[in-house]
């Protein structure tokens, strides 16, 4: 490892700072964007800063960042889950019925996850067994789903006597903090723990950066990718459950674009398309600035069409950025 000496006489490892470098410095910048969005914040909205605006907005990203672990999971092993906007809808419009038939608050909650995750793995038997695109697979399995849902609300919303147990898992407190985003730092703390920790994580690694290499070195790569999907439609349904429980109702295209802000929010954290790169900070600090764009957009008063427009610019503009990077 080569030896450079810096200006005070000192030897530093320049083989090992450099790679440490080049791995936080997408969430550094990312990170120093959020602190320019905040700090012009309060010139368009002078109550920006308050306990209320700042926990709202935070209940806010977390669906989009709770999504987002699931689908960088997913592009870590090289793939793309279409479906999860569409999974959260499913989760949410069975939740309400389920209660609307007088199902204990806490077996809701059990078949709501136990329904993503068995989504997820149709997703992920489909594309693992049936060798198909894991494109094609996500964009029929998110049409199946949305048109069934529309087929049982017959395109109208669904609502009924929710109890406060379950308005509570979305719409509480736990003293200022709202419990959607408690749930998601568990989650993003989980999902840094599982990436960083065990061997599982290193797998999922290795996957996405050669599938072959990962196959010839032992590794299961068809049990893995099941699972991968099966947790992104476990995480799609957290999310579900947490917006059902805060509107206590079903809103027909409630979740349309989630899939979108998912990718976007993952994309611009640093994670590659091509698979084997991105961290779970950078996933979260793409949700962050996403919000924070969003809500900058609506103190600007644009319309919906034109944050939708300014999405797609900075999903391509990261892309971009990260091919010339590569």
Do not use: C
């Not at 592009?75 to 989760?91: K, N, R, T």
């Amino acid at each position: 490892m080569e030896l450079k000496t810096n200006l005070n006489g000192k030897s530093v490892r320049k083989g090992k700072l450099q790679p440490m470098f080049k791995e936080y410095q997408e969430e550094t910048f990312l990170f120093l964007v959020i602190l320019i969005i905040l700090a012009i914040s309060p010139i368009f909205s002078p109550e920006f800063f308050s306990t209320y605006n700042l926990f709202n907005l935070l209940r806010q990203i977390s669906y989009t960042a709770i999504i987002s672990v699931g689908m960088l999971l997913v592009i870590l092993i090289g793939g793309i889950d279409l479906s999860v906007g569409s999974m959260m809808q499913a989760v949410g419009l069975s939740s309400i019925l389920l209660l609307q038939n007088q199902v204990p608050v806490w077996l809701v909650v059990l078949i709501g996850l136990l329904f993503g995750l068995f989504l997820g793995l149709i997703n992920g038997v489909l594309i693992t067994f049936g060798r198909l695109q894991p494109f094609i697979v996500t964009l029929g399995t998110m049409v199946i789903i949305e048109g069934v849902t529309l087929v049982i609300t017959k395109g109208k919303g669904v609502s009924g006597d929710v109890s406060d147990s379950f308005l509570m898992i979305g719409a509480g407190y736990l003293g200022p903090i709202p419990v959607p985003v408690i749930i998601m730092v568990l989650i993003y703390l989980a999902g840094y723990f599982a990436l960083t920790k065990t061997v599982f994580g290193r797998h999922i690694y290795a996957l996405g950066s050669n599938r072959v290499s990962a196959f010839n070195s032992g590794i299961n790569v068809s049990k893995i990718q099941i699972l991968i999907y099966s947790f992104s439609g476990l995480f799609a349904a957290v999310a579900g459950l947490l917006v059902a429980s805060r509107t206590g109702a079903f809103q027909p295209g409630g979740a349309t674009g989630m899939e979108l802000n998912a990718i976007a929010a993952v994309v611009v954290g640093g994670a590659s398309l091509a698979g084997g790169k991105g961290t779970i900070g950078g996933t979260f600090l793409g949700a962050l600035l996403a919000g924070l764009l969003f809500n900058l957009l609506v103190f600007l008063n644009m319309n919906t069409y034109i944050q939708q427009f300014i999405l797609g610019i900075i999903i391509l503009a990261a892309v971009i950025i990260s091919a010339f990077r590569r």
